[in-house]
């Protein structure tokens, strides 16, 4: 770990955070406080409709909370415009999200490119570093396959070089080992791991997987929209 890497660390705070749907019918987010600090590897656990993706939605800027605050890498989500948002979205956070699929029709080498179109980087620069992504995950020997030609672990490889395209502070990814076998879920744990603690990348993972929540450094459990608490027998520290 580096000085840089230390200072790129990037916390998530919330307050009293409110999302509702359906004219306050549903409920998904409801009053939540979390705190997750810079460079934590925290898994949120919780069962189906608790309000999971939602809140990684509002973290994103994806969605917008109706009320509370939330506060990502020192910038407050709360009053940002759209443009902001999609500043946000681009430069800070990476998303590794169950329906964020990879587009069928460019091959993963263009997929991995396509989160720096909008950056400053040059075509070449682009390329050099969607390679070296794949690399890292694995895949150089698939860089000119189609989505449909990849397995589901393999598109899900490619699916977090695309997230890491813009060496985000914040990482959020959703359920990402719920489609691997057990070989390359740990393989993708390890990658995470590494993440964490060569870029000090604060990671947002939510699952359902024991394998991932045994990783990271805090488990939070998730119920009716709200963090209800954090299981003692998750830590190994
Ligand atoms: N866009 C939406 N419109 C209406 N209801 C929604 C919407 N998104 C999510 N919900 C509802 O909000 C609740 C929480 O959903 P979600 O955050 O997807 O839960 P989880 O990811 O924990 O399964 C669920 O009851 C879901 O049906
Ligand atoms: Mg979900």
Redesign the pocket.
């Known amino acids: 770990m580096n000085d840089k890497a230390t200072a790129n660390a990037a916390g998530i705070s919330a307050r009293g955070l409110v999302k509702h749907?359906?004219a306050g019918r549903?409920r998904?987010v409801d009053g939540l406080d979390l705190e997750i600090a810079g460079g934590e590897f925290v898994a949120i656990c919780?069962?189906?409709?608790?309000?999971?993706?939602?809140?990684l939605n509002l973290i994103a800027a994806i969605d917008r909370p109706d009320a509370g605050s939330l506060s990502v890498a020192g910038v407050s989500l709360t009053g940002l415009s759209g443009y902001a948002a999609d500043g946000h979205r681009r430069s800070t956070v990476g998303l590794v999200f169950q329906l964020h699929n990879l587009l069928p029709n460019l091959t993963a080498l263009e997929n991995v490119q396509v989160p720096m179109l909008v950056t400053r980087r040059t075509p070449r620069e682009r390329r050099a570093r969607a390679r070296a992504l794949l690399e890292r995950v694995g895949l150089s020997h698939r860089e000119h396959a189609l989505p449909n030609a990849l397995s589901a672990g393999e598109r899900q490889r490619v699916a977090i070089a695309r997230a890491l395209a813009n060496e985000p502070r914040i990482l959020l990814a959703?359920e990402p080992t719920g489609a691997l076998d057990s070989k390359n879920g740990a393989r993708l744990l390890d990658q995470l791991d590494e993440l964490q603690r060569d870029a000090r990348t604060t990671l947002v993972v939510?699952t359902h997987d024991p394998q991932v929540a045994a990783r990271a450094s805090r488990v939070l459990e998730?119920l009716d929209g709200r963090i209800t608490g954090s299981p003692a027998a998750a830590s190994g520290d």
Do not use: F, Q, R
């Open positions: 749907y359906e549903v998904a919780g069962p189906s409709g608790c309000g999971k993706t939602t809140l959703d939510v998730m």
